[in-house]
């Protein structure tokens, strides 16, 4: 058996017989423990770390045994990749094997002359992961904000692998030292004067009510991030991780506002950050008006107003994105039927001017309005709109 | 560790008049005859292994007992054969003995007419050998052309050590009635089994075809062994036969890998492939390259066997891309290698609108109602009997990549359905309609189409048929 202090050992075994089968088996056996020279971990895969190291060792003429072994870590043997960078051409691995019990590979190299060569190890490892995570800070006028992003790095593999490239699959390459049992955060970019959008929704199927007998809605506030060069971002896909958002205070210092995870965001695409209730803002819902046309037997068809009494108790304009989901109305007119729903905007309401195609589907119509501040007697303007929407075909 | 070896031939020294039925004796002598070569013919498909093996055995002119055991491996007792390479003549195998008290042994009475020594070879099948392929793909940075290594490993778990064995690696699905593992479990053979082998000789008609062969072409096979370690691929019958030249020792317990073949400049091309039957709800990205001589492949069929595929980061390093088990690929066939999501492509179906018409009611449901005061009204209720369900697709595809995307779009739709679209579609099957476009680089593309779907009393088919928009 190979004595080993370290985890991982990579070894030429000096042999005074040809038997590719003794550097394991013999009790007498002098191996030389070439020191890495070269240590990268790639991070740039989703759901896998690899680990490439390089050392330096000492091949004589001919067939020579290189030992690779490791205990208490993580390495998917299967997936080992050795490659020799100094006269790849000539210096060949003849063949590899397992000595059973051991976590081992012998990979017999033949050498055609003495002498050092590079060569690199490659492998995947488990538990030496990765996680993101990012820190924001916005500005006090909230329509900018500064964002840090680090990337964490959990060494539980049970191995140190000393200074160490990473690579975490954008951005600059960062050279590190990774210890034993370690978790390394470090920052990968920040991004200053990212402009960002306060968003409240009111949304009755994903957010429900708050006060459900006055039928008021639930209104999420979110940080809207659209991740393009335009609003400061935009260089690569933003990872998925826990964002912490603060805000400057106007005094020196921040206040923390919220947390939320930032999902994996496409270039060109929206990250939204959910912050809380915002509850200055209400927004009544109420169906108005509901009639039903027989189309002919069983046909039927709609006529639906909804009616949206909205106070902005803020001291600042707001935009609310006013979503419906047709299929929702038609169950909570009629019950749910299991088809699609066919909908026609009648037109003569306040909120078609507001519909928004570009965001809206066939079952999520979106409506952005504008919502004055709060007057200077301290009361809201009550808005009214309405939407006047025609469910056709229903039977 | 010394050497593991449990299968023994003994030449007993027993008096010359005593053929042996079962040796009864307390007292004997015997001799060893050591193997003079072996080879392996692992199947990947079984837990099966055809080991033939050579011995020199000194005969003197009469009766020759022969015992030949196989303590504590995996070995089907009903499989070993005795055949002679030499002096076929003058040699003749009367009969063959199993012990009742003794299931991992036999006995084999030979009759000589010479003093001497000859060749003799002795097969069996066991289990507890097999193979496996795994192949290891590095994509240049440009991702055009990719290194393609094919490498076997051999696992040992037999029981018995092989040194300096000659291997045969089988691809290919034999058929076996019997696991060689339970025949090698079961100990003793049974009576039937045992009939078989009365006159000395096994009746094979039941061995698989394959091993068959391997016998036949054995008895003429010249039993040099290669020494250079290259790995010789042949066709048979139905099955592919990897040669590995020269010798090797698998030791009993271990495992050895080795390399089967080098592409070192295989082309492929990357193709976008949304297929939610194969891939689900995704798009995926995918490698597509042919095992063909044009690839640098093609020399022999794949088997069976992990893909790991990386590619050459362009900063003195290797990107892991996936991992996957591909299926048997013939030569001349399609490899394809699913490398998952691709942040940097953003696939998204969206359904814009739906809508209904052509509706058909069932006329059976008139009913008359009276007042009090005798007024009548008669209603017609009936319920829809028929229609036409319509949705308006599209799929939304961004490109962020620096290169243009090939992308491939196939769904699959039940009932009665007219798909109706400019892109040009193909049918797959007859539900599944399939079209390709190209997205250029940096840019963002609606792949629109327009599905009728009738039902009811409108639903004549359950296929697919294309149209073009009017």
Request: proline share 5%; net charge negative.
């Amino acid at each position: 058996m190979f004595s080993r202090k370290r985890t991982l050992t990579f070894g030429l075994a000096i042999l005074a017989s040809c038997s590719v089968l003794e550097p394991v088996l013999a009790e007498i056996k002098l191996i030389t423990l070439p020191p890495r020279e070269r240590v990268e971990i790639q991070l740039d895969h989703a759901n896998a770390t690899l680990v490439e190291e390089e050392r330096i060792v000492p091949l004589a003429q001919g067939v020579n045994d290189v030992v690779f072994a490791w205990t208490n870590t993580y390495i998917d043997r299967n997936s080992i990749v050795f490659r020799c960078l100094t006269n790849p051409e000539e210096i060949k691995v003849l063949s590899v094997e397992s000595p059973p019990g051991q976590n081992a590979l012998v990979w017999q190299v033949f050498a055609p002359e003495a002498g050092s060569a590079r060569i690199r190890v490659s492998y995947l490892i488990g538990q030496l992961n990765k996680s993101f995570m990012y820190r924001a800070t916005a500005a006090p006028d909230e329509k900018s904000l500064t964002l840090w992003q680090y990337i964490r790095l959990h060494n539980n593999a049970n191995e140190s692998f000393g200074v160490a490239g990473m690579w975490p699959g954008f951005g600059e390459r960062i050279e590190r030292p990774i210890g034993i049992n370690e978790t390394k955060q470090l920052l990968t970019n920040r991004f200053d004067n990212v402009a960002i959008r306060k968003k409240y929704t009111a949304d009755l199927s994903e957010y429900g009510y708050l006060d459900a007998g006055k039928r008021q809605l639930r209104i999420p506030m979110h940080y809207v991030l659209k991740n393009d060069e335009r609003h400061g971002l935009g260089q690569f896909p933003l990872k998925f991780g826990k964002a912490r958002i603060f805000q400057d205070d106007g005094q020196g210092t921040t206040a923390f506002l919220g947390e939320d995870w930032l999902q994996f965001t496409p270039r060109d695409d929206e990250a939204a950050l959910y912050l809380g209730v915002a509850k200055d803002i209400v927004v009544k819902r109420n169906i108005e008006r509901r009639e039903q046309e027989r189309v002919r037997g069983q046909l039927y068809d709609y006529d639906i107003i909804i009616k949206y009494e909205i106070e902005n108790f803020k001291d600042m304009p707001a935009t609310l994105d006013i979503i419906e989901h047709p299929s929702a109305i038609r169950n909570e007119i009629r019950g749910n039927t299991g088809r699609p729903v066919q909908w026609d905007l009648a037109g003569n309401d306040t909120l078609g001017e507001a519909y928004n195609p570009g965001d809206s589907e066939s079952d999520r119509l979106v409506f952005r309005v504008t919502l004055p501040e709060r007057g200077d007697d301290q009361k809201a303007t009550k808005i009214v709109h309405t939407l006047h929407l025609v469910i056709r075909n229903e039977w | 560790m010394k050497p593991l070896i449990n299968t023994i031939l003994t030449l007993a020294l027993l008096s010359g008049s005593a053929m042996a039925s079962t040796n009864d004796q307390n007292v004997d002598m015997s001799t060893i005859p050591p193997r003079e070569s072996v080879q392996l013919t692992i199947y990947n498909s079984e837990d099966l292994t055809l080991v033939r093996e050579t011995r020199f055995v000194t005969f003197k002119e009469g009766v020759n007992p022969l015992q030949f055991s196989w303590a504590n491996t995996l070995i089907d007792p009903s499989s070993v054969d005795l055949r002679f390479l030499s002096h076929q003549g003058e040699l003749d195998l009367i009969d063959t003995t199993f012990p009742h008290a003794k299931p991992q042994m036999l006995y084999w009475n030979v009759n000589s007419e010479f003093d001497g020594s000859a060749l003799v070879e002795i097969s069996y099948f066991t289990s507890g050998i097999t193979w496996a392929a795994d192949y290891i793909c590095i994509s240049d940075p440009d991702e055009t052309k990719m290194s393609f290594e094919g490498f076997v490993r051999i696992s040992n778990h037999s029981g018995e050590d092989y040194a300096g064995a000659q291997i045969r690696l089988v691809v290919g699905t034999i058929n076996l009635v019997e696991r060689v593992r339970d025949l090698a479990r079961r100990g003793v053979i049974s009576q039937t089994e045992a009939d078989e082998y009365e006159g000395g000789r096994r009746n094979r008609a039941n061995m698989p075809a394959a091993a068959r062969q391997e016998i036949a072409a054995g008895l003429a096979a010249d039993m040099s062994m290669a020494n250079e370690k290259t790995i010789v691929k042949q066709g048979l019958s139905e099955y592919f036969i990897f040669t590995i030249e020269g010798t090797e020792t698998i030791k009993n317990s271990w495992s050895k890998r080795m390399r089967l073949f080098e592409g070192t400049d295989a082309p492929f091309r990357i193709q976008y492939r949304y297929r939610p039957a194969e891939y689900g709800h995704q798009m995926v990205r995918m490698y597509l390259l042919r095992n063909d001589t044009a690839s640098d492949l093609g020399t022999s069929p794949l088997p069976d066997g992990m893909v790991r595929v990386y590619k050459d980061n362009d900063r003195d390093g290797l990107s892991f891309l996936t991992q996957q088990m591909i299926k048997y690929v013939p030569i001349g066939q399609e490899i394809e290698l699913n490398l998952g999501v691709d942040p940097e492509v953003i696939h998204e179906l969206v359904r814009l609108r739906s809508w209904r018409d052509n509706f058909w009611f069932h006329d059976t449901n008139r009913r008359k109602h009276i007042s009090l005061d005798g007024r009548e009204q008669v209603t017609r209720n009936f319920p829809v009997s028929g229609w036409d369900d319509h949705d308006r697709w599209v799929e939304r595809i961004r490109n962020y990549r620096d290169q243009p995307i090939d992308v491939e779009i196939r769904r699959s739709f039940h009932g009665h359905v007219e798909f109706e679209s400019d892109l040009d579609p193909t049918m797959h099957d007859y539900q599944s309609p399939q079209f390709s476009a190209s997205i250029g680089s940096g840019e963002s593309e609606d792949l629109a189409y327009h599905i009728t779907t009738h039902q009811g009393l409108l639903a004549k088919q359950n296929n697919v048929t294309l149209t073009r928009p009017e």
